[in-house]
């Protein structure tokens, strides 16, 4: 069995609201569904954590596809330019 599970690079943080943790994704390469595990690294930021809720607009969906630009809780700081991997 692989030890290291295999990555897919899904998008990129445009935007962090420090006082609500929440992150904007811009999703470039693949769908995020609410319960995924997704892996936020970059220069200063490196975690792994599971996708509790999405929302587009502030309407909490279920999922988003590839092109849409999404917010979600997350349990760190995060920096414009970190790449999201979809664990």
Do not use: C, W
């Not at 769908?31 to 502030?58: A, M, N, P, R, Y």
């Amino acid at each position: 069995m692989n030890a290291k599970s295999e990555e897919t690079l899904i998008g990129l943080i445009t935007h962090y609201y420090s006082h609500l943790s929440v992150g904007i994704i811009e999703l470039t390469g693949g769908e995020l569904k609410v319960g995924d595990t997704i892996h936020i690294k970059g220069k200063h930021t490196d975690f792994t954590q599971t996708v509790d809720s999405i929302q587009i607009e502030h309407q909490s969906v279920p999922r988003a596809e590839k092109g849409k630009v999404v917010g979600i809780k997350v349990k760190d700081k995060v920096r414009e330019h970190d790449q999201v991997f979809k664990v």
